[in-house]
């Protein structure tokens, strides 16, 4: 442990920084997603450590025990629920487990699997972060007294949501099969919401509609791999400004 997580770990926690002393693992592959939660960490007072596949996670879980983890279901090299079932059967078990998506069904996959709750993105509101993570913690890791409730927005940075655009292109550009698109569409459903992107969610569900009625997708993928080159032409060119 170095001086920096000594730090996070020894400072109680307040009514403005309610999460402080912890530390908290976020398995996600969003760079949009993981900004948002790291704003929402450091406004809580929390010490955020972050993993973007399943792999990366148990290296780190093999080194760290957090108090709380954080799981997205789609990772790259499969279902969050594999992480959560086995951090619900460990011991000693980590304090809070929860699920995160933006698929409407990820709540109950999640507690399927045995998290203890879920988090749905798009969540822009640092009072819902908050409360659904003391909801879960341990009455001696709860803030003594009133808590102050902060209903402030988090806004991510969208050099992050650029990067989450850039990925999905490459994947696209890469392969058209249907893994890919699976995981193409379930990765950008989330991203697309959060950044309030309504002509990339419109085409992102053409996609799925394509997919589940089993008609063709070229032309759908071809719109989105589009729309995708036009958002990061445009903030290339804003970049240059």
Known sequence: MDDHDQYYLTRPATSDRPLAGLTILLVE???????????????????????????????HLRTYRPAVVIIDLGLPDGAGESLIAELARAQPRVDVILATSGDPDGALRGAVAGADGFIAKPIARLSQFQAELLRHLPRDRQPKGPRLINDARIRPDQLAYRDDLSRCLEVLDAS??????????????????????????????????????????????????????????????????
């Not at 698109?181 to 950008?188: G, T």
């Open 176 to 241: 058209a099969q249907a893994p890919d698109l699976d995981y193409v569409v379930q990765f950008l459903t989330s991203v697309a919401l959060a950044a309030g992107d309504h002509a990339l969610i419109a085409a992102v569900n053409d996609l799925s509609t394509r997919q589940r009625s089993g008609t063709g997708t070229g032309d759908a993928v071809t719109l989105l791999r589009g729309l995708l080159r036009q958002r990061l032409e445009a903030q290339a060119q804003i970049g240059l400004q």
């Open 29 to 59: 592959d969003s760079r949009f997603a993981c900004e948002a939660f790291r704003l929402m960490c450091q406004h809580s007072g929390a010490r955020l450590r972050r993993a973007d596949s399943l792999s990366h996670a148990r290296q």
